[in-house]
Nanobody, 122 residues
Framework: VQLVESGGGLVQAGDSLRLSCGAS????????MGWFRQAPGKEREFVGV????????YYGDSVKGRFTISRDNAKKTVYLQMNSLSPEDTGVYYC????????????????WGQGTQVTVSS
């Protein structure tokens, strides 16, 4: 199983980006999927998580109201729509599969992708 994130890039403050997460060798439609990010020198931070059926998503406080997670199970892809980006959103963004019991804890996720870099300039 390998998750692959894409869609990162260099943008200006206030811009939007949409990240994608897909998988080779696995159907993601049965799994709760999370997004995390990691800035240089900082811990990996919870961004959000979406239920397997896509009906509900939960977000970290720093992105709530600006980021939206969605999924297209037919395409086996999970998305992270990021709006009103600020330099504080800069980091490597990862998707992962939830395997534990604590949705907001990165230790309860496995099969991490390689990440995609998001850089927001001021």
């Amino acid at each position: 199983v390998q998750l692959v994130e894409s869609g990162g890039g260099l943008v200006q403050a206030g811009d939007s980006l949409r990240l994608s997460c897909g998988a080779s060798g696995m159907d993601l439609s049965s799994y709760v999927m999370g997004w995390f990010r990691q800035a240089p020198g900082k811990e990996r931070e919870f961004v959000g998580v979406i239920e397997a059926n896509g009906r509900r998503a939960y977000y970290g406080d720093s992105v709530k109201g600006r980021f939206t997670i969605s999924r297209d199970n037919a395409k086996k892809t999970v998305y992270l729509q990021m709006n009103s980006l600020s330099p504080e959103d800069t980091g490597v963004y990862y998707c992962a599969i939830f395997v534990g019991s604590e949705l907001f804890d990165k230790r309860h996720y496995e099969y991490w992708g390689q990440g995609t870099q998001v850089t927001v300039s001021s």
